[in-house]
């Protein structure tokens, strides 16, 4: 059983940066592709980034896009998304997923994490 832990949120001042981590325990995440979300107070929960089981290939939302850069660390088996130029509408709790399928599909997820908040304010 593949279990996911967030680390990294906080609070950021906008144009200031974040960099969120996922971490597993039970596998490596090397078997996987790994996904970001997040869901801001009132909204539905939105697919953000993801990185496929190679790494070869990512995928971002057009919100994030040019600001936020996923990546793998397989020495410490984590993914991170590295998040610039935070804008308050950023503000959400953001979650690592994981999927069996080599290809982005944000439909399709395996394993959940809990979450982390990051809040984006003056």
């Known amino acids: 059983q593949l279990q996911l832990v967030e680390s990294g949120g906080g609070l950021v001042q906008p144009g200031g940066s974040l960099r969120l981590s996922c971490a597993a325990a039970?596998?490596?995440?090397?078997?996987?592709?790994i996904l970001w979300f997040r869901q801001a107070p009132g909204k539905e929960r939105e697919g953000v980034s993801c990185?496929?089981?190679?790494?070869?290939?990512?995928n971002y939302a057009d919100s994030v896009r040019g600001r936020f850069t996923v990546s793998r660390d397989s020495a410490k088996n984590t993914v991170d998304l590295q998040m610039n130029s935070l804008k308050p509408e950023d503000t959400a709790v953001y979650y690592c997923a994981a999927t069996h399928h080599p290809i982005c599909r944000y439909s399709v997820i395996n394993y959940w994490g809990k979450g982390t908040l990051v809040t984006v304010s003056s």
């Open positions: 039970g596998s490596t995440l090397d078997h996987y592709t």
């Open positions: 990185i496929t089981i190679t790494g070869g290939s990512t």
